[in-house]
C-alpha cells in the first residue's frame, strides 16, 4: 500500500520569496516519486520525478525537490517565486505492482498562491 | 497527436442520463489511465489499460461506470443513469509503458456536471 500526505491545502508566498511545498509518502517498497502542476482549467504537467539515483531532483521552471528516505519526504522547492508559479501541485507516488504496471497514488494538492 | 486529448470538454447532463466520455491518448502510448478529480479533493484512480484489456478496474467507484478501449488506442468511459455525485473532472493519461516510473501525460480533462 502506498499513500502521500501533502500538508498544507493553501500556501501564499511573496514574490520573490522562497517557495516549499510539503510531501510525505508511505510506502512499503523503495518509491518512485513524482511533482505535478496543474493550472486552472488544465491538466496536470509533471514538474519532476524521482525514480533511482540522485536524491536531489531538479525540474522544469527553477523547481526541485530532495528525496529523503529517513524521512519520508519529498518537498519541493523553488528559491524565488514567480507570478506564473500560481497553480495547484499534486504530489505522487507509484510502486511497481505484479501486474508489472504502475498504480499512482496523489496527494490531495497544494495550492499555490503568489503576492506581489 | 500531440498530446491526450479529451472531449467533450465540459457536459452538463440530467441526473439519469447515461454520458460518454472520450479519450484519445497520445500516439503509440500502451498504458491509459482514468482518474477522477472532485472538488477539494485528489485525484481518484478509476482504471487502467494495457492495450485494450483493462487489468485492474479496481477503482471504478459502481456498476454504473464501465470504461472500454478499442485498437489499443481511443478509450470510453460510459457513466449511467448519472448522479450529482459523479460531478467531477475526468482525466485521463496515457503513457508509453506501464512501467513503473514511466512519465504520465494528461489530458485537460472533461468536466461533468449533473444536474
Known amino acids: 500500500a502506498q499513500s502521500v500526505t501533502q500538508l498544507g491545502s493553501h500556501v501564499s508566498v511573496s514574490e520573490g520569496a522562497l517557495v516549499l511545498l510539503r510531501c510525505n509518502y508511505s510506502s512499503s517498497v523503495p518509491p518512485y516519486l513524482f511533482w505535478y502542476v496543474q493550472y486552472p482549467n488544465q491538466g496536470l504537467q509533471l514538474l519532476l520525478k524521482?525514480?533511482?539515483?540522485?536524491?536531489l531532483v531538479k525540474g522544469i521552471n527553477g523547481f526541485e525537490a530532495e528525496f529523503k528516505k529517513s524521512e519520508t519526504s519529498f518537498h519541493l522547492t523553488k528559491p524565488s517565486a514567480h507570478m506564473s508559479d500560481a497553480a495547484e501541485y499534486f504530489c505522487?507516488?507509484?510502486?511497481?505492482?505484479?501486474?508489472?504496471?504502475?498504480?499512482?497514488?496523489f496527494g490531495t494538492g497544494t495550492k499555490l498562491q503568489v503576492i506581489p | 497527436g500531440a498530446g491526450v486529448s479529451q472531449s467533450p470538454s465540459n457536459k452538463v447532463t440530467e441526473k439519469g442520463k447515461d454520458v460518454e466520455l472520450r479519450c484519445d491518448p497520445i500516439s503509440g502510448h500502451t498504458a491509459l489511465y482514468w482518474y477522477r478529480q472532485s472538488l477539494g479533493q485528489g485525484l481518484e484512480f478509476l482504471i487502467y489499460f494495457q492495450g485494450n484489456s483493462a487489468p485492474d478496474k479496481s477503482g471504478l467507484p459502481s456498476d454504473r461506470f464501465s470504461a472500454e478501449r478499442t485498437g489499443g488506442s481511443v478509450s470510453t468511459l460510459t457513466i449511467q443513469r448519472t448522479q450529482q455525485e459523479d460531478s467531477a473532472v475526468y482525466l485521463c493519461?496515457?503513457?508509453?509503458?506501464?512501467?513503473?516510473?514511466?512519465?504520465?501525460?494528461f489530458g485537460e480533462g472533461s468536466w461533468l456536471t449533473v444536474v
Open positions: 505522487a507516488v507509484t510502486a511497481p505492482y505484479s501486474g508489472g504496471y504502475q498504480k499512482v497514488t
Open positions: 493519461a496515457s503513457s508509453l509503458v506501464a512501467g513503473a516510473g514511466n512519465t504520465i501525460y
Open positions: 524521482y525514480t533511482t539515483g540522485a536524491t
